[in-house]
T-cell receptor, first 113, second 112 residues
């Protein structure tokens, strides 16, 4: 089945630093999504990307849908303590009248104050 | 607006017991998904429904797992009999057509 390779698996940074993570796939996706999961909670959507080449920002977050439709990256600028959590990329497939997500393994972000 | 609602939030049960997890999707959403999350395997799609019909259950690990969606506002995931290796966080999620998928807060299942 489809798989997403997300990297890095974990990051330890200082508050205020920028963060970059990415996902690659052997398959083409219609949509790329980035989620964040806090402890004890479900994944919450951060950014959705719908077109190849699309670059989208949400506050300090910026994400891009790769031109080949097989990759995406997420950048976080000027990290703050509440950015701590696990970030997941997800590729969305359409078909059979429905759609489903394929998730990356996650990037665990730890911030040292 | 209410999000995806799951119950219970936590469940501790003994091996061999039946476990039923419940989900109420967001009103108006026509796709519903059950995921399982573990440290070892990450987020795995177990099954998804579209318009209350199971579309893909290839992720259901064994016959001990079953899922139903009797109507557009309710779904259950049942494990019978439960085993310790079923311990995980189970998420329900929903979406509308090709829209974004929203997740519930999850049910943390511990089988002892």
């Amino acid at each position: 089945g489809q798989q997403l390779n997300q990297s890095p698996q974990s990051m330890f940074i200082q508050e205020g630093e920028d963060v970059s993570m990415n996902c690659t796939s052997s398959s083409i996706f219609n949509t790329w999504l980035w989620y964040k999961q806090d402890p004890g909670e479900g994944p919450v959507l951060l950014i959705a990307l719908y077109k190849a080449g699309e670059l989208t920002s949400n506050g300090r977050l910026t994400a891009q849908f790769g031109i080949t439709r097989k990759d995406s990256f997420l950048n976080i600028s000027a990290s703050i303590p509440s950015d701590v959590g696990i970030y997941f990329c997800a590729g969305q497939l359409l078909g059979q009248g429905a759609q489903k997500l394929v998730f990356g393994q996650g990037t665990r972000l730890t911030i040292n104050p | 607006d209410a999000g995806v609602i799951q119950s219970p939030r936590h469940e501790v049960t003994e091996m061999g017991q039946e476990v039923t997890l419940r989900c109420k999707p967001i009103s108006g959403h026509n796709s519903l998904f059950w995921y399982r999350q573990t440290m070892m395997r990450g987020l795995e799609l177990l099954i998804y429904f579209n318009n209350n019909v199971p579309i893909d259950d290839s992720g259901m690990p064994e016959d001990r797992f079953s899922a139903k969606m009797p109507n557009a506002s309710f779904s259950t995931l049942k494990i019978q009999p439960s085993e310790p290796r079923d311990s995980a966080v189970y998420f329900c999620a929903s979406s509308r057509d090709s829209g974004v998928t929203f997740f519930g807060q999850g049910t943390r299942l511990t089988v002892v």
